[in-house]
């Protein structure tokens, strides 16, 4: 059973940080992309972020850069999001997601296999 458990997300002030973990066991984590989604409220799901298996590719969405840093750590099976100078505008539900796809980062929804059930990040202004 594959599972993606997202943790450390939490309320911070803007211009703050937190890192987002997600821990993935019954997969062959290194046999996938990954990637982090955001939701908010009334909004539809966007990408934010991926990373290639090897780590060697990466792509961020424009609001995000310069901000956000994704890494994995394949020998612990999970992926990171640091984030820093947190803006009010990043409020929302972070998910982590892993796609078949090794080599290329995907950046639909659509094209990834598996899901966290997400954790919530909050940044007041």
């Known amino acids: 059973q594959v599972q993606l458990v997202e943790s450390g997300g939490g309320l911070v002030q803007a211009g703050g940080s937190l890192r987002l973990s997600c821990a993935t066991s019954?997969?062959?984590?290194?046999?996938?992309?990954m990637g982090w989604f955001r939701q908010a409220p009334g909004k539809e799901r966007e990408f934010v972020v991926g990373i290639s298996w090897s780590g060697g590719s990466t792509s961020y969405a424009d609001s995000v850069k310069g901000r956000f840093t994704i890494s994995r750590d394949n020998a612990k099976n999970t992926v990171y999001l640091q984030m820093n100078n947190l803006k009010p505008e990043d409020t929302a539900v972070y998910y982590c997601a892993a796609t078949f796809y090794m080599n290329y980062v995907m950046t639909q929804a659509y094209e990834y296999n598996y899901w966290g059930q997400g954790t919530q990040v909050t940044v007041s202004s």
């Open positions: 019954g997969l062959t984590f290194n046999r996938h992309a």
